[in-house]
Antibody, heavy 119, light 106 residues
Framework: EVQLLESGGGLVQPGGSLRLSCAASGFTFSTFAMSWVRQAPGKGLEWVSAISGSGISTYYADSVRGRFTVSRDNSKNTLYLQMNSLRAEDTAVYHC????????????WGQGTLVTVSS | DIQMTQSPSTLSASVGDRVTITCRASQSISNWLAWYQQKPGKAPKLLIYKASSLQSGVPSRFSGSGSGTEFTLTISSLQPDDFAIYYC????????FGGGTKVEIK
């Protein structure tokens, strides 16, 4: 069974940093591209970032480019999102998601981890 | 950026009803469109990809159609488990989600 488990969320002040992790199991992690998708409280879904299976290629939404960095450790079956210069509008539940075809649609999602940016 | 517009934003229906949700793209996305279902406090679940391909394990009462800029998700006979929020997503040019359609009990 495919499982994705996010961790690392919490309360952080504006301008601060946080690193999220997503532990994957039940599939050959290195074979699949992965993404982060966020959902602000009571709002819709926003794609944030993607990374290829090898980790060589990365992609970002304009809203986070230059502040967030996606990476992965295929030896640990873990996906990461380093978030710097956080803003109030980054407050959201952050989901990691598996991309079966490398085209940015997602067949499995984690439950998410809440990031709150507030002073 | 490609904008995705869903309608209606809220839909009231009864068990057994046929339900249709529309999603429009601001420019052509061919058939690079997915539909997801989300229940409160849960992760989204993939229903349909490439506009009309049913994801494995999803009941056949769900179907998708369309291409270019206009797409529909149809639930042929609404079941109690189907009351949820539905999102469309384009993945022709990076990824953008629609604003969601809440299907509620009439």
């Amino acid at each position: 069974e495919v499982q994705l488990l996010e961790s690392g969320g919490g309360l952080v002040q504006p301008g601060g940093s946080l690193r999220l992790s997503c532990a994957a199991s039940g599939f050959t992690f290195s074979t699949f591209a992965m993404s982060w998708v966020r959902q602000a409280p009571g709002k819709g879904l926003e794609w944030v970032s993607a990374i290829s299976g090898s980790g060589i290629s990365t992609y970002y939404a304009d809203s986070v480019r230059g502040r967030f960095t996606v990476s992965r450790d295929n030896s640990k079956n873990t996906l990461y999102l380093q978030m710097n210069s956080l803003r109030a509008e980054d407050t959201a539940v952050y989901h990691c998601a598996k991309d079966p075809d490398g085209d940015l649609h997602f067949d499995c999602w984690g439950q998410g981890t809440l990031v709150t940016v507030s002073s | 950026d490609i904008q995705m517009t869903q309608s209606p934003s809220t839909l009231s229906a009864s068990v057994g009803d046929r339900v249709t949700i529309t999603c429009r793209a601001s420019q052509s996305i061919s058939n690079w469109l997915a539909w997801y279902q989300q229940k409160p406090g849960k992760a989204p679940k993939l229903l349909i990809y490439k506009a009309s391909s049913l994801q494995s394990g999803v009941p056949s009462r769900f179907s998708g159609s369309g291409s270019g800029t206009e797409f529909t998700l149809t639930i042929s006979s609404l079941q109690p488990d189907d009351f949820a929020i539905y999102y469309c997503q384009q993945y022709s040019n990076y990824s953008t989600f629609g604003g969601g359609t809440k299907v509620e009990i009439k």
